[in-house]
């Protein structure tokens, strides 16, 4: 099948099939499908601009779908994903301006698929560092603990989450549904102006970095991270998308075509959360940025020709 927007042709089974897997891991664990989604459109000779467009919007009926069951399950915290949409907008704006200026030049696909391959890579090393010390250190009752009790998280670095929610530069607001106290609004912003700008610049709703940073940073359950996370990645992606329309970097057919298959995805990883405890879903998170930083390594080494 032609598509005449990006100039490339895909045939439509790959796309149902990439939507539904990217689907499934956002449901899951409310990041992951830009692992594989944006490798994935490389790897299928999409140009590297349209594969940062296209992947955000693709990611976001694939979020609409995702957060209405994690909303139904009560792990959204909308208090803490509107302020964080104060930082996100202005940085997913900064990560599409950089993308206009570098495809007016040769070193577009080096550029953004080295970054996403250094980032997927030192956030997986990361994640397993922490799951690790989580599931061997020795068991004893800790105060910091206790924010993550509602979600069944007991992370070996919720230390530093409590470092972060004593900041004290005002304002400071509470966060009951997360269950936080007291917590800088200038952290929360920090957070989100740096997903937003990774967001606008690598594709995806940068879930990859406001996930784990909203654990270990801000101190959320895991559970309510992911549902956070999907309602943010609406709105931020969302705007994602219309930024980079307007610069011509979205093929919308590509993304309805692999709508069709992260709709049902999404819907099915959403519900698995319910089984799992928070470490058990870090852990199985470990291996999803490994797989895309191969995809993008292969489709750079290569020339992107699946």
Known sequence: MS??????????????????????LGGFFGVGGSFIAGPALYALRVPMNFVVGTDLAHIVGKSIVAFRSHRELGHVDYKLGF???????PGVEIGARLIEHLKRTAHIDWVVGGSMVLILISLSAFM??????????????RAEDAAHSKGGDHSAFAHIAVVVQRFALPPHIQLPISGIKRISVWSIML??????????????????FRMPAMIYLLGLPTHIAVGTDLFEVIISAGFGTVTHALKGNVDILIALVMHTGAAIGAQ?????TQYFAGVRIRLAFIPLPLIGAGLMIYGLVTGHKL
């Open 3 to 24: 598509f005449p927007i990006s100039g490339v042709h895909i045939a439509p089974a790959w796309l149902v099939l990439v939507g539904f897997i990217a689907g499934l």
């Open 191 to 208: 957070v989100s102006l740096a997903a937003g700008f990774l967001g606008g610049f690598l594709g995806g709703g940068a879930g990859y």
């Open 268 to 272: 099915i990883g959403a519900l698995l």
């Open 128 to 141: 397993a560092w922490e799951s690790w010390a989580t599931l061997t250190r020795k068991k004893t009752p």
């Open 83 to 89: 302020y964080m949409l104060i930082g996100t907008l």
